[in-house]
T-cell receptor, first 109, second 113 residues
Framework: GIQVEQSPPDLILQEGANSTLRCNFS?????LQWFHQNPWGQLINLFY???GTKQNGRLSATTVATERYSLLYISSSQTTDSGVYFC???????????FGTGTRLKVLA | DAGVIQSPRHEVTEMGQEVTLRCKPI?????LFWYRQTMMRGLELLIY????????DSGMPEDRFSAKMPNASFSTLKIQPSEPRDSAVYFC???????????FGPGTRLTVT
């Protein structure tokens, strides 16, 4: 079946540091989303990015569909960036989004 | 738009009781998804509706679980009878089309004692 792997599983950063989160997927991608689950449990859309690069403030994402991976960049991290980051892939020909196991990020003040 | 609305936000019930979770999708969205999140299994899709019709319920764990979508603006997920292993956070999500960006509600945290 479709597999979505995220790395690293855990990450601790000092405020102001930059980081790169990676998502590898096993099947050709139709759609890909990045989410942030905040400490209160809410899942917040970050990017809808089946291919290419997008930027939103301090965050940016790149998906290389041909090589089956996506990267999420966080620059100048803030304590409010803490939480779990999920990528979810919707494989071609299906409607199901398969979620990765997440990267748990903690940003220290 | 208010986003996806779920109620209740928290539910504590005793084993054997019926539980009903509610979801109002974003207006104009024709696809609705119910997910369950646990520490052990992560986020898993339970059931998917398109234009109010259940398309795939293969993720529903047991016959104790049922879901309905009587109209485009309302869906329910019912567990009867509930068991402690049903304790989890249940999310509802909607999207404009099947192959489109999904938006999640705040979730319902269910505890079955």
């Amino acid at each position: 079946g479709i597999q979505v792997e995220q790395s690293p599983p855990d990450l601790i950063l000092q405020e102001g540091a930059n980081s790169t989160l990676r998502c590898n997927f096993s099947d050709s991608v139709n759609n890909l989303q990045w989410f942030h689950q905040n400490p209160w449990g809410q899942l917040i859309n970050l990017f809808y990015i089946p291919s290419g690069t997008k930027q939103n403030g301090r965050l940016s994402a790149t998906t290389v569909a041909t090589e089956r991976y996506s990267l999420l960049y966080i620059s100048s991290s803030q304590t409010t960036d803490s939480g779990v980051y999920f990528c979810a892939e919707q494989a071609s020909g299906t409607y199901k989004y398969i979620f990765g196991t997440g990267t748990r990020l903690k940003v220290l003040a | 738009d208010a986003g996806v609305i779920q109620s209740p936000r928290h539910e504590v019930t005793e084993m054997g009781q019926e539980v009903t979770l509610r979801c109002k999708p974003i207006s104009g969205h024709n696809s609705l998804f119910w997910y369950r999140q646990t520490m052990m299994r992560g986020l898993e899709l339970l059931i998917y509706f398109n234009n109010n019709v259940p398309i795939d319920d293969s993720g529903m764990p047991e016959d104790r679980f049922s879901a309905k979508m009587p109209n485009a603006s309302f869906s329910t997920l019912k567990i009867q009878p509930s068991e402690p292993r049903d304790s989890a956070v249940y999310f509802c999500a909607s999207s404009l089309e099947t192959w489109a960006e999904q938006y999640f509600g705040p979730g319902t945290r269910l505890t079955v004692t």
